[in-house]
Every structure is written in C-alpha cells, then in structure tokens.
C-alpha cells in the first residue's frame, strides 16, 4: 500500500525552494552579503533535504503499519467471511428445518385431526364394548349363579343320595335284626339263652339313635363341609357293622344253645353233685375208722370238679373263637383299600373303594401309576359276584368328581393286567419352569426358621411316611428352646418307635412304648391343671406317633386321651409348659373329643402333601383353598425338581422340603431345614449374647461370634 505525505512534503520544500532563491538574489544584488546568502541558500537546501528524506523514512515506517494492519485486517474479514459463509449455511439449515418442521407440524396437526376423529370413533367402540361387556358381565354373573346355583344343587342331591341310602340301609339291618331277634326269642324259651338276646335288642336300639344323629348331621353339613359325608357315611357304616357282627356272633344258635346248656348243666351239677365244702365238713365230723375212706371220697370229687371246670372253659373258648371268626369273615368280605395312604392318589382311591362299596360293589386295590399332577389306580373286581364293566361305574363319575375335588376322572378296563383302571387329573401342571425368585414369593426361606418358631409352644406335626416328621419336630423344639434367652429349659420325649432303625432323636427319650405316651400324656395333663409346674423353667414334651398310640387304646380310653390333650393344647402355655404332637393324619377327628377350632390354640405343620389334606379340611373360603392348592402344587414340584437335579432321595437330609404352617396368623408355607440341623446338644452347649442373651449366634471367625438378633460382635 502506499502512503503519500505530499501537502506537509511539498511545503517545506516550496519554502525551502522560495528562501534559497531568495538568498540567491538577495546575493547577486549585495555581494557583501555572500556569506549570509550562501548560509541561508545552504539552510534552505538542507532543510529541503531533511524533509524529503524524514518524508521518505515516515512514509516507509507508516506504509509498513498499515500494511500489517491491513493483513491483519484481511485475515479477520476473510475469517469473518467464513464464519459469516457457516453462519448463512446454518441459517438456511434451520430455515430450512424450520420448514421441515412447519410442514410436519402441519402434519400432525392433520393427523391431530385424524387421530382425534379416530380416538372418538374407538372412544365410541369402546363405549359400546363397555356396554356389551357390562351386559355380558350381567350374563356371567348369572351363569355363575346359576353354575353355583348347579353345584349347590349337586352337593344338595349328593347328601340326598347319601341321606336316602343311608336311612334305607339303617332301617333295613335295624328291622332285619329286630324281626331276627324276635324270631329267636319266640324260638328259645331259655332265659340263660334269652339274656344275650335281650341285651342285644337293647344294642340294636342304641345303634339307632346313633344312626339318626349321624343323618341329621348329613342334612345339616353346608357345602364346603360336603366332603364330611364320606366319614358320617363310615360312621354309619362302622355302627351297623359292629351290629351285623355283634349279631353274627348270637348266630349258630342251636350250637351255641347246646354250649350254653351244657354250660348250666354243668353249673347245676357243681353245685348239686360236688358238695365239696360238705364232704369236707363231713369228714372232719367221721371218726378216724371212716376218715380215710372219705378223704379218697373227696379226692375224686375233686377230680371230677376240676375236670368240670376245664369243660366250662373250652365251652367259653369256643364262644369266643366263633365271636373272632366271625370278626375276621366281615374283614374278610370288606374291599381292601391301601393303607397309610398318605399320598392324594391313595385318599382319593379309598373314597372311590368306599363308594361304590356303598353301592354292592367290591373294588380292591390292585397297583398306582403316580406322578403328582396325575394318577391311574388299579382295582381288582373279582371276589363281586358278577363281572363289572366299566359302564356300571360311570353314572357315579360326576359325584365322584365333586366328592373327590378333582377336574377329570375316567373308569376304563385294561386288558392287559386283568384290572379296572380309574384315571384321576389331580392338578394343573406349570406351563413354565419353576425358578428360585418365584419360589421364595411362596414360602418363607429356612434361613428364617429359628427367629420364625422361636416363640411357639404347641405344636401338631403331620406328615406321610418318610415325610420328616420326627427329624422337623426335633428342629422344632430345639430352636423353640433356644429361644427361652433366660430360662431354665429342658425337653423330653415319649417316641413309642425307639427301637427302630429310623431313630434319629437327640432329645432325652422317657417313653418307650404306646402305655408310656397314654402315661405321659396324662401326667402332663394333671400338672396342668394342678398348676404345679415351676414357672421359671420351661420345659417342652413331644410326643411322636400319637396316632399309633390312640388306635392302641380301646374306645373308652381314646376319649379320655383326647380330652387330656385338648386340656394341653388349650392350658398348658399358662404354666409355662410346651408340647408337640406327631403323627400322620391332617384331619383332627383322629383326636377324639376335638374340632378344628380347638386346634387353632395351637400351631399346626403339615409337611409336604399333607398340606392339600389340611387345606381341604380348614375354614379357609374355596378361592383361598384353590389359591393354597396352587402353590402347594408348585412347591411341590419344585421340591421334587431340585431332588432330582442335586439327586436326593426324600429321606435324604439335605433334600427339599416344605410344610404349610396354619394358626400362626394366616396360613403360610415355610422351607423346612435339614434334618438334623438343631440338635439338642445346641440347647446344653449354648453360647448367649453378653449383650441380649440371645442364642442366636453364629461364628463370626478367628475365634468370635455374632448375635444374629442384636448383631452385637464378640470373643467367643
């Protein structure tokens, strides 16, 4: 770039010009003056000079400014440019989106439109659907009444069915028996013979009132207690049972009248022909001459006496072992149904047995194919009298299906084993795989057992065999223990099977037989009620295989029993004292003189399947015993899944189990601990927290503990 500076620049130098040709003059015209003019011409050139070159310099110096400024500046334009180029293009980038943007909104606006035309057409499908399902909700609501309104009329025919059978049958053995005896009487004019006679037309009127109350508890059962039917059925059935023995035992009269008659004779004879206290009067009055003949006299009169005494009693034998055959001929005539049938299946197929039983025809039990969700039962028919077809069996299925609780049941012949076979579908089988997280929304984890049953005191176990029940009660009862922080505590155990392989026990044993437990069970009773207990020591009894020892007892004894034990499940926490029951059998009628609500004092296990027996015998409402079964059902099959996979056997101490724990609040399901996992050595070597005294306490390493209830870390 270049800088002019002419205006300055060319006034000096005009100046400098204009005094040097002054000078000139001024010396041309006084030559006198020379030196001044020469000095003023010299001046005024080197001032010209200077100015040009300081022009010159400046110029060079402000040419290089300007054009560094204007570098500068053409490289902040072009920046400014580019940045301005960018800047456009971004501008027309968001108009153009913006455009982009306007054209889509309007879009959606008239979609918006669409939408909302469509929103209101399904608003009115909906609207319409809401109607039909609202009509259709009325119609259901009507088949389930009218569903319900069936089934309470099914159960209504089914207790009619029972109730009509059953009275025509009590009243057919009780006038059959009635005209019998009469006709006896009439027969025998004995009254040695009448007398068993009278005493059993007095039984058979006892039979009846019994009879009759059992048939008014058939009308008055409700519909969730329909399957009560079946025992009053067996109850009834047991009565006239015990009659039609009691009676065949009065049979073969003329033999049995000959025996009896032999018997007076024999009595009279003694009494007439063997005046033994006289022989011996009279021979002490004889003189010694006649003593000894006599004392021979009286030798065979007593020889004869004995020999009299031993024919009374094989007449009195024969009685009794015609009264035993006749016991074992009506055994002998029952079905034979499958004992100890702890699994479902088994309960099912001995109410089927029973049933048609009921009916005329004997149905034994032959074999089982069981895999939990489904089961076939085998039957044998050949002791009827007649071939039974499949056929005759089916009119019965849809009763049976409502007495049994089950969705599905065939009766069919299968021809290869010779054998009637009934198809049962016992549950619905999972769709999908069963996994841990699902498992524990189910149950409570056996990592929680000991806080959970720490502070219960009466306890009632149940289980099939093999279930675990002795093994679970022992659990049991030790955590109970360790939970009594600052007691004085013991235990003690009445186990009727001590001497069998099975004994695992750790508990002190006291009883060692059936007559032992009745005992037990009656001193515990009395300290109940004399209050005699120390109420600073608690102490727990257990008492295993209680079904066993009550079946021990005769009829009598068995109520005192279950009297004795209702007084312990409803007192015996007031003196401080613990008690445990173990046996098979969910049902509490096996307890004599109790009901489920006496029961509800006390905490009820039921292991494994025995669960679905409980649940079916509670007060629970049908949908919560259809909720319990379903997840009975899954725990179940995880248990058994989780067996297999590890390959345990159910026996096996670390295989999987469960119980449904009921009148510890709501009915709950509980993982049970291993076998063997609290032993009663825990509870004499117990290590307390120093801070809550707590027993629960694990090792903590290097040789320190931790309380689990305060989490407090010790020495140890």
Known sequence: MKTQFKSGSNFVTIASGLISLGAILSMMKSPEQKPLCLNIFFSSISIAATSTLLNNHYKGIVEDQINETVKITSETVTKLELQNKKTNEKILSVIQES??????LKNVESDNVKNNQIINDYLLVIETLRKELSSEKHLRQIAYEREDNRYLTQVSELKNVFYNSLTEQVAEVINRLNKAVIVNLEKVKMPL?????????????????????????????????ILLVLDINNDIYKELTILEIKWRGLLNIDTKLALLVLDEKLKQYESEYIPIDKAKTAIGRQSDSQRQELEKLAMSINGH????????????????????KNLVINK???????????????????????YFERLGIILDRAETDYDYWQSTLYFHIDRNQRIIVPSELEP????LKVVLDISELKFSWDTDKGLMKAYLKLGQKPAKPLIDDDIDKIWKNNKKFQSIVKNWERVRVTGGSQAGKSPTAENLAVCILLGRFEQIKSAELYNPQDNSQKNYWTVPTVGFNHADSIEGIQKLCDIVNQKTNDRS?????????????LNSADKGEQGLIGKNILTIIKQASHQNLGAIFIGQSANVKNYPGTDRSDWESAINVHIGA????????????????????LQADKLIEYCQEKNNELGLLKTDAKAFRFALVMGDSKPYFIQLPDFGQFTYGMVENAV?????NSTNVVSNGKGRKKCKDCKKDFPG
């Open 99 to 104: 455009d982009k943007r306007y054209i889509a």
């Open 193 to 225: 013979a009448n007398k068993p006679l009278n005493e059993f037309k007095t039984r058979i009127q006892e039979t009846y009132d019994k009879c009759l109350v059992f048939l008014d508890e058939i009308k008055e059962l409700s519909s969730d207690d």
């Open 305 to 324: 006496g004995t020999d009299i005494n031993e024919l009374k009693s094989q007449v009195q034998d024969l009685l009794a072992e015609i009264e035993s």
């Open 332 to 354: 002998m005539k029952r079905p034979y149904t499958w004992s100890l049938a702890t699994r479902p299946d088994l309960a099912k197929g001995n109410l089927i047995i029973g």
């Open 396 to 399: 019965e299925i849809e009763r």
């Open 537 to 549: 020591q608690f102490k727990i009894t257990i008492f295993d295989e209680i079904d066993s020892t």
């Open 610 to 629: 025995n669960a679905h027996h409980a649940i079916t015998n509670s007060n629970e409402s049908n949908d919560e015993k259809t909720r319990l079964k």
């Open 688 to 692: 307390k927290c120093p801070a809550c």
